[in-house]
């Protein structure tokens, strides 16, 4: 397999240093809010990315991390007068939430910056021994011109990016381009003792610091828009600090566009997951991030959706004919029928069985309980009746959900549903079934 790496600018053949083993470290949310839809894609493009990886066999350390103390945070905090704390660990939830939605695992490992600080902080410090780091009033910063490798990544040379660089008439930096590897604590927010005072890391630090245990990596990876200053600056930390590379192969996917403008809360197409759930699938908006090359750009729009969600049916009216056909292929070898449901229909049909059984079970406590508030004896053929025929019906709706558009993002809110609509029909079984049982006895 041939990746493009952005570092040298062309595929490369893509060989894991361990046989059969991958390292990816892929840069998570800054947690304030909701994922929008440019959040959405490196997710699915790097899950997608490990599922192949794993199908092949392989095994693959899949680590994103979450920046939880950030600028960005401590504003959402202020406003909603809370603590920075409450707000990451608000949306970490989040998070965790619309990924599965989206069928995205969970990766191996799930860093966070605040659980790091002692990493940040000795990273900092060896950086500071080197000389590629400096300390004034509190603050940290980075010698960017020290490391002579700096824009490597973006392929911009120093001077094109002195050129546009900006210092403040009071700004205490040797120089425009560096920049801040830990800063030291204002009033009202959060921070951590160090050798420098109380502070808190800057924001390039952390995945360099995070990452430090698996490097190198195989693939560091994100959306283009992390290409600098994130990336570039995480590579003049670590290469200064340890020495090494920090990955073999830098990745990146394309941009999302919304009606073909860059998306923005200042325009007002800023687009989160849950906005557009509101009228599509998830599996729907999965294939629609998927279904052009990863490094390609990708124009959200509602016809666009309309038309993967046309593509994605056609995709599954193939699988249904495949099924077909497998089934006649395997009679016309001689399969029996038992055969063909262990082999070919069973492994499908698994979520609808497990999500019957599930609400078979809820129906059968419910009505019994009902049964005995009332001191009424339902006899129990017709309790497993009842119960059998609610697990067939909501069973084959939620297993043809759970096969076709990835219902566990839905799932609590399903089975609380589901209890609440077996809680009231459970009266009428009950009137039904004594009316039943009058009936019998009367005979």
């Known amino acids: 397999m ?36 440019g959040n959405a894609r490196p997710l699915i493009v790097f899950d997608t990315l490990r599922r192949y990886l794993e199908y092949r066999g392989n095994k693959v350390t899949f680590v994103q991390n979450f920046t939880d103390v950030d600028d960005k945070i401590i504003k959402r905090a202020n406003e909603e007068g809370t603590t920075s704390q409450a707000i990451s660990e608000k949306y970490i939830d989040e998070y965790f939430k619309d990924a599965h939605g989206l069928g995205v695992r969970d990766a191996t490992i799930h860093p966070k910056a605040t659980e790091n600080i002692q990493q940040i902080i000795d990273l900092v410090q060896t950086l500071i021994d080197k000389g590629y780091a400096y300390a004034v009033n509190g603050d940290v910063y980075y010698r960017t011109k020290k490391f002579a490798d700096y824009g490597k990544l973006s392929h911009q040379p120093i001077e094109e990016l002195q050129a546009g660089a900006r210092i403040d008439v009071n700004d205490v930096k040797e120089d425009p381009l560096d920049f801040a590897l830990w800063k030291s604590a204002k009033p009202g927010e959060p921070y951590w003792e160090s050798p420098w005072g109380k502070g808190r890391p800057g924001w390039h630090i952390e995945c360099s610091a995070m990452s430090e245990k698996y490097i190198p990596l195989d693939i560091h990876g994100g959306g283009l828009d992390l290409i600098f200053p994130h990336h570039e600056n995480e590579i003049a930390q670590t290469e200064a600090a340890l020495g090494k590379p920090l990955a073999n192969i830098w990745m990146h996917n394309g941009f999302v566009q919304v009606d073909s403008e860059k998306m923005s809360k200042s325009l007002g197409n800023f687009k989160t997951i849950r906005d557009i ?49 497998l089934v006649e292929a395997a009679q016309s070898m001689g399969a029996t029928n038992m055969q063909i449901i262990t082999k070919v229909l069973l492994p499908e049909a698994m979520p609808g069985i497990v999500a019957g059984l599930t609400i078979s079970i809820i129906s059968l406590i419910l009505i019994k309980a009902v049964d005995l508030l009332k001191k009424k004896s339902m006899p129990w053929t017709l309790i497993l009746g009842y119960s059998a025929m609610a697990g067939a019906v909501g069973g084959g709706g939620l297993g043809d959900l759970g096969i076709r558009y990835g219902y566990q993002r839905f799932m609590p809110e399903v089975m609380w549903t589901v209890v609440i609509v077996l809680i009231i029909l459970v009266q009428g079984i009950q009137s039904f079934g004594d009316w039943i049982v009058r009936r019998i006895s009367h005979k």
């Open 277 to 325: 759930l509101e009228s599509y699938l998830a599996e729907t908006l999965r294939y629609f991030l998927a279904g052009k090359h990863y490094r390609s750009p990708i124009d959200f729009s509602l016809d666009n959706m309309d038309e993967s969600e046309r593509s994605q049916k056609r995709v599954y009216e193939c699988l249904r004919e495949v099924d077909k056909g």
């Open 2 to 37: 041939q990746i493009f790496n952005t570092l040298t600018r062309q595929k490369e053949e893509f060989v894991p240093q361990v046989p059969g083993e991958y390292r990816i470290y892929v840069c998570g949310p800054t947690v304030y809010n909701y994922i929008h839809i």
